[in-house]
């Protein structure tokens, strides 16, 4: 079993920057990657970045050079930090673990941006 414990988000004006943390507890070593989604209201939850164990990377075209995922394995915590923020980012962000037999998810922490 992982556990995901999401923080860091809140309201920020456009243009603005968060942070969000995930830190993850449990069966550390069964998880291959992890990663960031998102759901907006009245939208569909989408893939935001990933990150894999080599620490390889994948970024959605929408956050392309304005996000940036990272991990420190020290504290099993990965970190999202968003830059230059627009009203469409506003959403719930979700933490997520893969690993060979499942998917694990957080409870989600709510980022709105304000115009």
């Known amino acids: 079993q992982v556990q995901l414990v999401e923080s860091g988000g809140g309201l920020v004006q456009a243009g603005g920057s968060l942070r969000l943390s995930c830190a993850a507890s449990?069966?550390?070593?069964?998880?291959?990657?992890m990663g960031w989604f998102r759901q907006g209201p009245g939208k569909q939850r989408e893939m935001v970045a990933t990150i894999t164990r080599g620490g390889n990377t994948n970024y959605a075209d929408s956050v392309k050079g304005r996000f940036t995922i990272s991990g420190d394995n020290a504290k099993n915590t990965m970190y999202l930090q968003m830059n230059s923020l627009k009203a469409e980012d506003t959403a719930v962000y979700y933490c997520?673990?893969?690993?060979?037999?499942?998917?694990?998810w957080g409870q989600g922490t709510q980022v709105t941006v304000s115009s």
């Open positions: 997520n673990a893969e690993t060979f037999t499942r998917d694990y």
């Open positions: 449990g069966s550390i070593f069964t998880i291959n990657a």
